[in-house]
């Protein structure tokens, strides 16, 4: 671990702020606009288990997990190229590649759930778990609701969001240099954000793998969570929500 000073002074100069923001925009709505036209799966190619239908589930999972997990990570990625000028040899250059570097760190992570999703899917969908919309039945769908929504009100969450709002003390604290250092980096908080949004993914299976209304609402509570005043409390009243929906669901 390297001790590095300076960073809590760490800035962006308005261009470079600009090239950040504007690459998240484009590549967010990229990925919507091909999520909503229906060009990673192709039909009815989801719902089969042969290999081209395992590659299109694969990309559809990552491509939502990024469109969705890209809005409320980029402030870290922010802060991020913000503390490769306060620590490399010029104050006055962002590191773009160790920048990528540590947002691919981070979309790792996120890739092997999205692995592990498509296996899930497939499994439900050849087992005949999952509905024509790609859902579980009504008890089976109110049950992840309430444990997706008990789960907001744990310890677990609870210290793995804390995280997720500090990127400050993380850097601080956990600062490695270099491309290794930016990987290390990103895929560590990764591991914290992936703990911490799981069971609020896994909520797809409960409304529908592609249900783009739950998408859109995902990210907004996955933003307000991370990023608005009072994303603590907010997420205690999402639990509550879910638990509510599930038991609707049920009975």
């Known amino acids: 671990m390297?001790?590095?000073?300076?960073?809590?002074?760490?800035k962006l100069a308005s261009r470079e702020r600009g090239v950040l923001l504007a690459t998240a925009l484009m590549v967010t709505a990229?990925?919507?606009?091909?999520?909503?036209?229906?060009?990673?799966?192709s039909g009815h190619a989801v719902h089969h288990a042969a290999s081209p239908g395992f590659i299109q589930t694969f990309?559809?999972?990552?491509?939502?997990m990024v469109a969705?997990?890209?809005p409320p990570v980029l402030p870290?990625?922010?802060?991020?190229?913000?503390?490769?000028?306060?620590t490399g040899s010029s104050s006055d250059t962002v590191s773009w590649s160790q920048t990528l570097i540590f947002g691919s760190g981070y979309f790792l992570l996120w890739g092997g759930y999205s692995l592990l999703a498509t296996v899930v899917q497939l499994s439900m969908t050849a087992s005949g778990w999952l509905n024509h919309n790609l859902a579980v039945s009504s008890t089976a769908g109110g049950t992840i609701l309430i444990a997706a929504g008990l789960f907001q009100f744990s310890p677990l969450k609870t210290t793995c969001l804390k995280h997720c709002r500090s990127p400050l003390t993380y850097f601080m604290t956990s600062?490695?240099?270099?491309?290794?250092?930016?990987?290390r980096m990103g895929f560590g908080h990764?591991?914290?954000?992936?703990?911490?949004c799981w069971a609020?993914?896994?909520i797809a299976f409960a409304l529908g793998t592609m249900n783009m209304a739950w998408m859109a609402a995902a990210m907004l509570i996955f933003c307000i969570e991370k990023i608005a005043p009072g994303g603590q409390i907010f997420s205690k009243v999402f639990g509550f929500g879910f638990v509510v929906s599930g038991v609707f669901l049920i009975i």
């Open 175 to 183: 600062y490695h240099r270099g491309p290794a250092g930016a990987l």
């Open 200 to 202: 609020i993914m896994a």
């Open 2 to 10: 390297n001790s590095v000073t300076g960073l809590s002074g760490a």
């Open 68 to 70: 969705m997990m890209l």
């Open 59 to 64: 990309f559809m999972w990552m491509a939502m």
């Open 190 to 196: 990764g591991l914290y954000c992936l703990v911490c």
């Open 30 to 41: 990229i990925l919507w606009w091909l999520l909503t036209a229906d060009l990673l799966t």
């Open 76 to 86: 870290w990625i922010w802060f991020y190229a913000a503390t490769t000028k306060a």
